[in-house]
Each structure stands twice: as structure tokens, then as C-alpha cells.
């Protein structure tokens, strides 16, 4: 078990035993070993240094996390394994978790789940780029060595997740998912949850969709490691790994995973919206054809050409 995933006042119970064995005159491994003894908690010799050299909080510090389930931490956990990112800054001592997305409503709920997992009063600050991205940045040495053990070891994910998994899912589905609206021959509707190098990760979530939601999913391989990915400057970049995709197995499906799962993207939820409220009055080869008409197509998405309501749309139809 990983120190950084066990509950606040725990931690703090360990804590307190490590100084006391340390005016007991203790070694470092003598440490470690009396805290694996008695606790099954495996500590490093680099975490005790830091805790003997430095004016460590652990509650009531000002960026202390504690690690209990939450709809807000499963949603983060979410988007920390697909766009989100933990950085550590060594020169400044700065331990961060990070998101930068084009969405900036998607940027805004992730630093409302962070702050209130970190117990702030206001949100993190969204920043927009020169790049045309929305950025946030929150800032917690135990949130970001919690989140780094989930990475190692994903088994003590599930235990964070479980309690809440729609808020885990979205979190992974704005992050790397897509709900899409195909007008070829009539309309219809796709959601796909990841596309991601992480087979265990997508295996996990097939399994909760079924589990919680009775949502039926497909998982298949899109690309293999070794083959060209993309073209860069001239430059030719090729995988490194396989890249898998799990997608809802039919319409269906779909639309229950939009209804239960949701998203925090205002676009992808309005064009699941735009989506019902045409099939619901028309032909599916009528809502192809005004579909075209609200949408338009850039390289292989389909984005809607305003934000007016969809009846102005339909006016002339």
C-alpha cells in the first residue's frame, strides 16, 4: 500500500510515529523498517529527509489533500489519465497538476473539482495561451504523489473510483473522447469513450460501463506500434506503442452514454442535443440533410456553425 493513498488522519497517525522513532535516535532504514513492521507502509529515505529538513503540514497545510472519494476526485483522476498532467518544478520545490485544453469549460470544471478536492474557497485561475488553449494549474506535493502512485499502480485506483464512476469516466471522456454526428446516408450518432495506449485503463472502463450503466462497448486496436503517425517539419513520427479505442457499440448504446455519463464540453453535449431533438421529428435522411445545414466539416469533425438555437435553423426547411 502507497502512503500518499491512504486517508488523511492515518497519514498523519505515521507522520507523528516516524518523528517520535526518530528522537528515539532511530536510523533512517531502522525507520522504514519499523513503519513497514507496523503499518505496511513502505516510506523512502528521500521522504523522510524532506520530513526532517523541511516545516512539513500535512493538515490543515495550505495545498493538504486528503485522499477520500469524492465526485470531484474521480472526475480529476478521469482527466489525469487522459489531457491532465502532474509536473514537478525541482528548482522552485513546485509540485503541480496541470491541464491545458482548447475548451475552456472543460479547463473551468477541472479546476472546480481540483479546488474543492484541495479545500479552496475560490477556483484555480484559467488562463488562456498564445496558443489559443485554456490552461490551469493547481499546486499540492500530496496530491501530486497520490495521483503518481495511481499511475504506477492502478489497482489502487479502483478503490477512488468505484464510489463514483460516471465522474471517473467523463473525466477520461473530455479528456479523450469524442461524441460525433455522421450525415453520410442518414444521421447518426457515435460516442467514442477513449483512444488511448493504455489497455488496462480501457479494459477498466469497458468493465464500469457495463457494470454500473448496462453500456455495451467495442474495444479495438487503431494503430500499431512502429507504423507512421503523423509528419512534423518534414520529419516522420512513428509509434512507439499500440493505440486502442473504446467506442459504445451502437446508436443505443451511444445515447445512453451521453445520458448517463455526460460531459463537462459544452459543444459535444450540445451536438448530442442537436442530435435527439432531429431524430426525434424527422427522417433519419431528413436530419442528415439539416444537420448539414447547422454543421460544417473540418478535416474530420463536424462543427456547428453557431450558437443560434436550432429551430432558427430549420425556419427554411
Known amino acids: 500500500m502507497s502512503y500518499c493513498t491512504i486517508p488523511l488522519d492515518q497519514r498523519q497517525i505515521i507522520y507523528d510515529k516516524v518523528f517520535s522513532l526518530k528522537q528515539n535516535g532511530l536510523s533512517y532504514k531502522k525507520i522504514i523498517e519499523q513503519i513497514l513492521s507496523e503499518f505496511r507502509i513502505k516510506l523512502h529515505k528521500s521522504t523522510l529527509s524532506y520530513w526532517f529538513n523541511n516545516n512539513v503540514k500535512l493538515v490543515g497545510g495550505e495545498n493538504y489533500f486528503n485522499s477520500i472519494a469524492s465526485p470531484e476526485l474521480s472526475y480529476v483522476l478521469g482527466v489525469m489519465f487522459g489531457d491532465g498532467a502532474i509536473t514537478f518544478n525541482k528548482k522552485k520545490q513546485d509540485y503541480a497538476i496541470r491541464l491545458e485544453a482548447k475548451d475552456k469549460d472543460f479547463v473551468e470544471n477541472f479546476s472546480t473539482c481540483v479546488s474543492k478536492v484541495l479545500n479552496k474557497n475560490r477556483n484555480y485561475l484559467v488562463c488562456k495561451t498564445k496558443r489559443e488553449m485554456y490552461s490551469v494549474k493547481g499546486r499540492s506535493k500530496q496530491l501530486y504523489y ?76 487503431t494503430k500499431t506500434a512502429g507504423m507512421i503517425d503523423s509528419v512534423i517539419d518534414g520529419r516522420v513520427i512513428r509509434r512507439t506503442k499500440d493505440l486502442f479505442q473504446l467506442a459504445a ?6 445515447i445512453l452514454c451521453c445520458e448517463l455519463i ?56
Open 146 to 221: 497520490f495521483i503518481k502512485s495511481l499511475k504506477e499502480d492502478f489497482e489502487l485506483l479502483k478503490k477512488f473510483v468505484e464510489p463514483f464512476p460516471a465522474e471517473f469516466i467523463r473525466g477520461v471522456l473530455d479528456s479523450e473522447g469524442t461524441i460525433s454526428a455522421s450525415p453520410k446516408k442518414y444521421l447518426k450518432l457515435r460516442v467514442y469513450i477513449a483512444s488511448s495506449a493504455n489497455l488496462e485503463l480501457l479494459k477498466y472502463l469497458r468493465d464500469l460501463l457495463f457494470r454500473n450503466f448496462m453500456i455495451k462497448t467495442i474495444l479495438s486496436k
Open 262 to 317: 455526460g460531459s463537462a464540453i459544452s459543444r459535444k453535449i450540445k451536438k448530442f442535443e442537436d442530435f435527439i431533438f432531429l431524430r426525434k421529428r424527422y427522417t433519419r435522411l431528413e436530419a442528415a440533410i439539416l444537420w448539414q445545414k447547422i454543421y460544417h466539416k473540418e478535416g474530420r469533425f463536424w462543427i456547428r456553425n453557431n450558437t443560434k438555437s436550432i429551430d432558427s435553423f430549420l425556419i427554411t426547411y
Open 249 to 254: 457499440v451502437n446508436e443505443e448504446q451511444a
